[in-house]
């Protein structure tokens, strides 16, 4: 839980430094294009767009992470780990058992 929390925490600190136009040498493609295909883009706009995506994938992180972990769902047929659904771990079966 902590990797997720520091990779969609950059996420975002990533996306807030892009927008605030400091970071347009983040951005792939358009750090290494020349001065005269710099001039082709909308250099606001591609920060724009850039900017907002990693912000909006930050939060995905954290959703992603818990449907994954099973959190969304009450029950136990859903929720991922737990349950008495047979796992394998190196070639042995094991039974995983419910809190309860």
């Not at 792939?28 to 920060?47: F, I, M, P």
């Not at 995905?60 to 929720?79: I, P």
Request: hydrophobic share 45%; aromatic share 8%.
């Amino acid at each position: 839980m902590a990797t997720i929390i520091i990779i969609a925490s950059l996420l975002f600190i990533l996306g807030i430094f892009i927008l605030s136009g400091k970071g347009d040498n983040l951005i792939a493609g358009y750090n290494t294009a020349s001065k005269k295909d710099k001039e082709k883009y909308n250099v606001k706009r591609l920060r724009l767009v850039f900017g907002l995506l990693l912000i909006l994938l930050a939060p995905a992180c954290f959703l992603l992470n818990y449907k994954r972990a099973g959190l969304f769902h009450s029950d136990n047929r859903h929720s991922g780990l737990r349950g008495n659904h047979p796992r394998k771990y190196l070639g042995q079966e094991k039974v995983i058992k419910p809190d309860t």
